[in-house]
């Protein structure tokens, strides 16, 4: 029997009974939709995340005082800038403020080291034209700072060397805590009176809701006087890929200088982007799996209900099948029909699951739309191989789901199936 024929029988016979098959179909369509879905949400999510990391200051290691005992947990991510580069961690820390220039001095000897400078930071009560709001304020060194910058300037210039009381307002503080501010205005920071030299562009980022300012001036309006050790040092490494063993040697650059013998007794942390992006994705890469390894239930009772609807399919044709052996069908014959009976349902079931995949994993992104820091996780990315993977994947359940109701029709004995009422 030619293949043509055998495709026309099994055609007819996929929808002799309508109501029967696209109830089988459904459960099919329903477990590709979830598969895809899922996976693209988790694939958008890693893709954004990836994008956003590498489009920030990669190359930027943070030193940060007291030790994070909650590593991984709480993970929180800074904005581009000078004040990223970065994860904080809600976790509790043993001794900040411990952090001082000597530590600074000993981190600029690290060979990949490029810039190393420390910075100090607060909350401040600050007004402009009348308003007042609790602001943050973060001391830079005005030397280097352009160095360590990723957001751009929407208006005005950076901090440069021999600059004080002038300040660069971050985006959000601009537009949104003190509105219509402008460059060379003033603005009253922790009662003292600053020019405003330079506006960030808003990035989604920490950035946006600070102020920065010259770190001697910082020191007076946090009333730091009689403690100029620092919050965090940053630091900007040459060579990227030697992130890892910068990481090893500024962390036991820190242990000598600080006298510490035991890793589990440091009082500083030492965090890259490199190393937050490879917790983050494995996080995303765990959670995806095992909400795809949930969603392939559904593909388990769909390719249940192709067996039961091969079974029955064959019951019905038992006569049709001893019909088709009496007039020379020969047994590869009948199993190729059933075959492609079953496979065509797990197509037809693969078609419409992606098509309903897709549209679905853009309202789940919304609905479970949620972000770390400024990376926004409601992204879905949709890939071609995913497509190639899940169609594959329903012919294939459909063909393993009839395998047995196929070769049990290909065995019956004509006579047999002739009589069979």
Not at 62 to 85: I, K, L, M
Not at 104 to 113: E, F, G, T, W, Y
Not at 143 to 158: A, Q
Not at 271 to 280: A, G, I, N, P, Y
Request: glycine content about 10%; proline content about 2%; cysteine-free.
């Amino acid at each position: 029997m030619k293949f043509k024929k055998s495709f026309k029988i099994a055609m007819n016979i996929t929808f002799h009974s309508k109501l029967r098959t696209w109830l089988t179909i459904i459960g099919i369509i329903i477990g590709i939709a979830a598969i895809v879905s899922i996976v693209s949400v988790g694939q958008g999510a890693q893709k954004t995340l990836e994008q956003n990391l590498n489009s920030l200051s990669a190359d930027v290691i943070t030193v940060s005082s007291g030790f994070s005992r909650a590593t991984g947990s709480g993970t929180e991510f800074r904005g581009g800038g000078f004040g990223g580069g970065g994860p904080s961690s809600s976790s509790s820390v043993t001794a900040p403020k411990n952090l001082t220039i000597n530590d600074v001095m000993a981190l600029k000897s690290v060979p990949n080291v490029e810039y190393a400078t420390g910075i100090i930071s607060g909350s401040v009560d600050s007004s402009f034209l009348g308003k007042s709001a609790r602001t943050s304020v973060q001391g830079v060194d005005t030397g280097i700072w352009k160095n360590f910058m990723s957001t751009e300037l929407s208006s005005g210039r950076e901090l440069t060397q021999g600059d004080t009381n002038v300040v660069v307002v971050g985006g959000r503080v601009a537009s949104s805590t003190f509105s219509d501010i402008q460059i060379n205005r003033q603005i009253t920071i922790g009662g003292k009176i600053f020019r405003i030299v330079g506006i960030l562009k808003e990035s989604g980022g920490s950035d946006d809701s600070k102020i920065f300012m010259p770190i001697e001036n910082a020191v007076t309006i946090l009333d730091n006087k009689n403690n100029k050790n620092f919050d965090s040092i940053l630091i900007k490494i040459k060579d990227i890929s030697l992130t890892d063993d910068t990481v090893a040697q500024i962390t036991s650059k820190l242990m000598l200088s600080h006298g510490i013998l035991q890793a589990n007794k440091a009082d500083f942390s030492v965090t890259s982007l490199k190393s937050v992006q490879e917790r983050v994705s494995s996080t995303l890469s765990s959670m995806s799996l095992f909400l795809t390894a949930i969603a392939a239930i559904s593909l388990i009772v769909g390719a249940i209900g192709i067996m039961n609807t091969m079974f029955t399919s064959v019951l019905e044709k038992t006569k049709d099948i001893g019909i088709l052996k009496a007039i020379g069908a020969k047994n590869s014959d009948i199993l190729t029909i059933f075959l492609l009976n079953s496979g065509i349902i797990g197509l037809i079931g693969g078609i419409f699951g992606v098509i309903l995949g897709i549209i679905g994993s853009g309202f789940i992104g919304q609905l479970a739309s949620g972000s770390v820091g400024r990376f926004s996780l409601s992204s879905t990315y949709v890939s071609p191989s995913l497509i190639i993977i899940v169609f594959v994947a329903s012919i294939v359940i459909g063909l393993i789901s009839g395998a047995v109701p196929a070769y049990r029709a290909s065995k019956l004995k004509p006579i047999d199936a002739l009589r069979y009422e």
